[in-house]
């Protein structure tokens, strides 16, 4: 029970922290000038990703790679499978162009980017994370140089206006937060998975990993309550190529990771390609460019049975 408190706790400094981190990041860069398209790209994109890094992070230096590994690789599978199943079931959603000419191919280059660099020899290396976090830049300038109008947001996106003294408070409270939280998850998790006789991957690769993608879950289905048309597939994708080549990226470049668990190489990884690949076919299918409630009862299928599968 104390195990499962701790997971809770957790998760809940992570969000925590996270959406305070996020605030004073898009607040501080707003004080700086820095250009709204910039902020949307790398400051929300690195705040939002926060607790899977600081997860992935502490787990990989604390010594269980496997919690780093199945974080990131449970919360891609988590994103498609159960946020935008979630989100398509309430409300279907248009699909931009992009989706197809960009989104959509940088994340299965991320992927067998991931998956070419961890496979044959279970280990991702400093270099393959520099190389990693090389490829997330290039990805970042283009959107910047060339596809400006599928990442800039409405006007009313950052209307934050804090005074100085918020922002810092803000800013710290996000560490600290992101930091024990991370501490009391990864304690918790290793528990229940000493308690339950099952490995730290299964804990992490369900668990852990939709416990860090609850803000998703959570800022998608307020959107559909509100009837906001501000969801987009490219959100989720563009947090799975995050996950990847950031997150990671940035763990491996701190220190190697290696994978203890074989069920991450022979079972999780082709989940996650697998699930990434379907979108594709859904998102064409039946009607071009949109998914509604029936595509999300196939990746909410799919969601289930890769559970189950790894549960069992």
Known sequence: MQDFLFVVAGLVLLIGGGNWLLKAAVDLSLKLSIPRIVIGMTVVSFATSAPELIVSVNAAL???????????????????????????ILAPIDVRKSFYTTDWPVMMLASFIFFFFIFFDGVLEQHEGIIMVAVLFAFLVYLLRFQKQAVEGPEDDYPISLPLYQTVLFLGLGGVALWGGSELLIKGAVGMATAFGVSERVIAITIVSVGTSIPELAASVIAVIKKEKAISLGNLIG????????????????????????GLLGNDIFWMLAISFLILPLVFIPKGLRLGWRDGVVLLAVYVAFVYLTIT
Do not use: H
């Open 62 to 88: 604390d010594g269980f790679p496997d919690l780093a590994f199945g974080n990131v690789v449970g919360s891609n599978i988590a994103n498609l499978g159960l946020v935008l199943a979630i989100t398509v």
């Open 239 to 262: 947090s799975n190529i995050f996950n990847l080549l950031a997150v990671l990226g940035i763990t491996s470049i701190i220190t190697p990771i290696q994978v203890v668990d074989q």
